[in-house]
């Protein structure tokens, strides 16, 4: 193990947002992308991707969004339509739909469907009124559960899933376990940087009778 003497220390509270954000987002990476599906009262498909982003909770189910709002700190059309609907679907982004994603993230005025302007198809939500999109590999329909308002510019959504849907090749119905080659998701890296989830490897967690043997060496007094 190496360690590293020289670093760049920076007080968050000296950084300007923008500076903060580009920090974050060249650091904290890959960060999973949650392709938001939503619905205006007016019935009007909302799609758009979000990777500030993550699971929080495995009981209750719960994911959670960070959605900025707009320069003029008004709701962009997500957390408008999520405040109205009280309901949100989460779609996976896999390698396959990386160009239709990105169409999704064009600034379209709010009658737009961002989904037909991608060329997707938005299939009925099953538990929730908004649809996901059925060439994601995976969709979560998720409840609003409680929103936190972080500031006059951000909103940290957390939603309840409720129901998943996950193509078959993807997943075994009986174990559980998801075959992560078959999704071949997508993460977020700085600037217009992507990255996929193909380079894996297994790391066991080690108990703490195996670190601690591991640490002992020969000749010690008080090693056996």
Same mark, same amino acid.
């Given at each position: 193990?190496?360690?590293?003497?020289?670093?760049?220390?920076?007080?968050?509270?000296?950084?300007?947002?923008?500076?903060?954000?580009?920090? =974050?987002?060249?650091?904290?990476?890959?960060?999973?992308?949650?392709?938001?599906?939503?619905?205006?009262?007016?019935?009007?498909?909302?799609?758009?991707?979000?990777?500030?982003?993550?699971?929080?909770?495995?009981?209750?189910?719960?994911?959670?969004?960070?959605?900025?709002?707009?320069?003029?700190?008004?709701? /962009?059309?997500?957390?408008?339509?999520?405040? =109205?609907?009280?309901?949100?679907?989460?779609?996976?982004?896999?390698?396959?739909?990386?160009?239709?994603?990105?169409?999704?993230?064009?600034?379209?005025?709010?009658?737009?469907?961002?989904?037909?302007?991608? #060329?997707?198809?938005?299939?009925?939500?099953?538990?929730?009124?908004?649809?996901?999109?059925?060439?994601?590999?995976?969709?979560?329909?998720?409840?609003?559960?409680?929103?936190?308002?972080?500031?006059?510019?951000?909103?940290?959504?957390? #939603?309840?899933?409720?129901?998943?849907?996950?193509?078959?090749?993807?997943?075994?119905?009986?174990?559980?376990?998801?075959?992560?080659? /078959?999704?071949?998701?997508?993460?977020?890296?700085?600037?217009?940087?992507?990255?996929?989830?193909?380079?894996?490897?297994?790391?066991?967690?080690?108990?703490?009778?195996?670190?601690?043997?591991?640490?002992?060496?020969? #000749?010690?007094? #008080?090693?056996?």
């Amino acid at each position: 193990m190496t360690t590293q003497a020289d670093y760049h220390a920076f007080d968050f509270c000296d950084l300007t947002a923008r500076e903060a954000y580009k920090v =974050m987002i060249g650091t904290i990476v890959p960060r999973p992308i949650a392709w938001v599906t939503t619905i205006s009262p007016d019935g009007i498909v909302n799609a758009a991707p979000y990777s500030f982003f993550n699971c929080l909770s495995a009981d209750p189910p719960i994911l959670a969004l960070g959605v900025e709002n707009k320069p003029d700190r008004s709701f /962009k059309d997500t957390a408008y339509n999520i405040r =109205m609907t009280e309901c949100f679907t989460v779609n996976i982004v896999d390698r396959a739909n990386a160009e239709a994603m990105s169409v999704t993230a064009a600034g379209f005025a709010p009658e737009v469907d961002e989904l037909e302007m991608a #060329g997707l198809t938005a299939a009925p939500g099953d538990r929730v009124a908004c649809p996901r999109i059925a060439e994601a590999p995976v969709a979560f329909e998720c409840e609003r559960y409680l929103a936190i308002e972080v500031s006059s510019a951000r909103e940290i959504i957390l #939603g309840r899933i409720v129901r998943a849907h996950i193509r078959e090749d993807i997943i075994d119905p009986q174990t559980f376990y998801s075959d992560h080659e /078959k999704l071949d998701a997508l993460g977020r890296m700085g600037g217009n940087g992507y990255a996929g989830t193909l380079d894996y490897f297994d790391l066991p967690t080690p108990s703490a009778e195996e670190v601690t043997r591991s640490r002992r060496k020969p #000749g010690v007094v #008080g090693n056996t």
